[in-house]
């Protein structure tokens, strides 16, 4: 997730890590990560660095041209997947029209990723 | 192909769409087919290569991490074997002649993608949480800065500074150098046919693959 400061919305966060902010603390599918309170800024947003501290989520800063990017978590499983629980993913189509994984629940679904290179 | 039951969604990891776009044209396709630009798929699932794919139940579950797969024979594996190495060049030969020698499971792949469209959470290939977790790829700090490195690349070339996506791209390399989907997609900008060798990075396709050995290009299938 790309950032121009470490302090983020959390529906932003949501969309950008799969993770959302609960009173439970950071919650992805069945699990959650208890926050201390200096995690949530006075309006609302996140502070970036106490979330990602907590779950592992290495921090890259490009001074340079004055952008982070927040990796994945690390702190749970040690592996790609924390959750079996499938995130939410909304990605275009060659139109440029949004479609939703989850339009899909109800069916079984093979998700297959390929490349032009 | 594929067995009626299961909805297919097929998705590019391009961060240019513009070289994916003719691809799914040519292929109008009835499934949802999008397009990837950020890497998004391969961060959340934990892809390395394609093509892979992920199985996800009714319920939202992933049964099936991502893995290599093709439901269906890979039309790329089909041509290196039908190009005559006498009619190229000896460097795209012996390019030609190491890639033969990757391997796929197509046949058993669909064969388990039926069992399961019959089967469901009876199947032996739909396997639980904790299973799933387990064999996905492992992630530790290397890799997790991997991706992020990856993501500033991307985001870079796409906002108009390709020479700051090579400096990330290069980290995401030296971090992961198992990942193949970060070095063929920032070789692929620089030498689209061969991916070969440039200044830009330390490897390259035939390089890195001599190295493991194409039959250990994509892991086998552990149905």
Same mark, same amino acid.
Request: hydrophobic share 30%; charged share 30%; aromatic share 12%.
């Given at each position: 997730m790309i950032l121009t400061e470490l302090v983020v919305d959390p529906s932003e966060f949501e969309r950008g890590t799969g993770w959302a902010l609960k009173p439970e603390g950071a919650c992805k599918g069945e699990v959650c990560v208890p926050l201390p309170d200096s995690a949530r800024a006075a309006d609302g947003r996140i502070d970036v660095q106490v979330v990602a501290d907590r779950l592992g989520m290495p921090i890259v800063t490009d001074a340079k041209r004055g952008l982070y990017a927040l990796g994945p978590e690390t702190a749970l499983t040690g592996r790609a997947l924390t959750t079996a629980v499938a995130s939410e993913l909304e990605l275009p189509d060659a139109d440029g029209r949004p479609f939703r994984l989850s339009s899909l629940r109800g069916k079984k679904v093979v998700l297959l990723a390929w490349s032009s290179w | 192909m594929h067995p009626k039951g299961v909805e297919i969604? @097929?998705?590019?990891?391009?961060?240019?769409?513009?070289?994916?776009?003719?691809? !799914?044209?040519a292929a109008a396709p009835d499934h949802p087919s999008l397009i990837d630009s950020a890497h998004v798929l391969d961060e959340r699932f934990g892809m390395v290569n394609v093509p892979n794919a992920v199985w996800i139940d009714e319920d939202g579950m992933i049964v099936r991490p991502a893995e290599p797969a093709s439901p269906g024979p890979n039309p790329a594996n089909e041509s290196f074997r039908e190009i005559d190495l006498d009619s190229v060049p000896p460097d795209i030969r012996e390019i030609l002649v %190491?890639?033969? +020698?990757? /391997?796929?499971?197509? %046949? #058993?792949?669909? =064969?388990?993608?039926?069992?399961?469209?019959? #089967?469901?959470?009876?199947?032996?290939?739909?396997? @639980?949480?904790?299973?799933?977790?387990?064999?996905?790829?492992? /992630?530790?700090?290397?890799?997790? @800065?991997?991706?992020?490195?990856?993501?500033?690349?991307?985001?870079?070339?796409? @906002?108009?500074?390709?020479?700051?996506?090579?400096?990330?791209? /290069? =980290?995401?390399? #030296?971090? &992961?150098? =198992?990942?193949?989907? &970060? +070095?063929?997609?920032?070789?692929?900008?620089?030498?689209?046919?061969?991916?070969?060798?440039?200044?830009?990075?330390?490897?390259?396709?035939?390089?890195?693959? +001599?190295? !493991?050995?194409?039959?250990?290009?994509?892991p086998p299938l552990v149905p």
């Open positions: - | 969604v @097929t998705v590019a990891l391009d961060v240019d769409p513009d070289q994916a776009r003719p691809f !799914i044209e %190491e890639a033969r +020698k990757i /391997r796929s499971e197509p %046949e #058993r792949y669909v =064969e388990m993608l039926h069992d399961w469209v019959e #089967r469901g959470s009876d199947s032996p290939y739909a396997h @639980t949480p904790d299973e799933v977790i387990a064999r996905s790829q492992p /992630r530790s700090a290397a890799e997790a @800065t991997a991706a992020a490195e990856f993501d500033l690349g991307q985001h870079l070339h796409r @906002t108009g500074d390709h020479p700051g996506a090579i400096e990330h791209w /290069r =980290e995401a390399h #030296r971090l &992961y150098p =198992e990942n193949w989907t &970060y +070095k063929r997609q920032a070789w692929n900008f620089e030498d689209p046919i061969r991916q070969g060798h440039t200044d830009a990075y330390e490897g390259s396709w035939f390089e890195d693959v +001599k190295q !493991i050995g194409a039959e250990n290009y994509y």
